[in-house]
């Protein structure tokens, strides 16, 4: 599916469900209600440079009736301007890389998400005009064993990387923060929460937050 348009086009502009193998490039969504690009129980599918602007959520990566997560999807080189996020729950072995956030409500979410690679991402003014969003640039809501690496995070409301529970059942567990530019307007570079476990923060910058640099 590539080189399609949908502008202010209702809930949703591409609707994947129960669907490997396919390949999302070069495709343009704006002006969504709900997700520009939700995906249920679909693994091994490609979204490259797909460009989304002002829609209420960007991507979602999550099960369906029918399959438990969507795994082993690759979300590379789009960009998300005005609203938007990437969103990946309760999946595994995903990647996300070398995307561009402007101004999403959030950046990038894993809730409940294992071995998921986030990388060489810019995220910018997360939460920035959102006032219902939590700011949070990249955000690891009971996310396990996944890497985020080489991204540059700046200018949102909340911590720019940010490793917890919030809405998940469990805990964030062995995850690597590594090589990565943080800053926040409000709040702290780099956030781990005392129920996280076994994290690793290696070689990041986190410099002129609002808050901690790393706490």
């Known amino acids: 599916i590539d080189h399609n348009s949908s502008v202010d086009d209702g809930i949703s502009g591409i609707l994947m469900v129960d669907s490997s193998d396919n390949r999302i490039d070069h495709d343009s969504v704006a002006g969504t209600t709900g997700y520009a690009i939700p995906v249920f129980g679909s693994s091994h599918n490609r979204?490259?440079?797909n460009v989304l602007e002002g829609d209420q959520h960007g991507?979602?990566?999550e099960s369906?009736?029918?399959?438990e997560g969507s795994?082993?999807?690759?979300i590379r080189r789009n960009r998300i301007s005005h609203g938007g996020s990437i969103e990946i729950d309760h999946s595994s072995d995903n990647r996300v890389k070398e995307n561009t956030l402007r101004n999403p409500g959030d950046g990038i979410?894993?809730?409940e998400a294992q071995r998921t690679r986030v990388s060489d991402n810019s995220v910018t003014g997360a939460g920035l005009g959102?006032?219902?969003a939590g700011g949070f640039g990249i955000l690891l809501d009971g996310a396990d064993d996944s890497l985020v690496q080489r991204n540059a995070v700046s200018g949102g409301t909340g911590p720019a990387i940010f490793v917890t529970s919030l809405e998940s059942q469990g805990t964030s567990d062995r995850n690597v923060v590594s090589h990565n530019v943080a800053n926040s307007k409000?709040?702290?570079g780099i956030l781990v929460s005392a129920d996280a476990t076994a994290t690793l923060l290696d070689r990041n910058i986190a410099n002129e937050n609002g808050h901690d640099g790393i706490e």
């Open 71 to 74: 795994n082993d999807n690759e």
């Open 64 to 67: 369906s009736d029918e399959h």
């Open 59 to 61: 991507f979602l990566l």
């Open 109 to 111: 979410l894993l809730g």
């Open 130 to 132: 959102f006032p219902d």
């Open 186 to 188: 409000f709040s702290d």
């Open 47 to 49: 979204f490259e440079q």
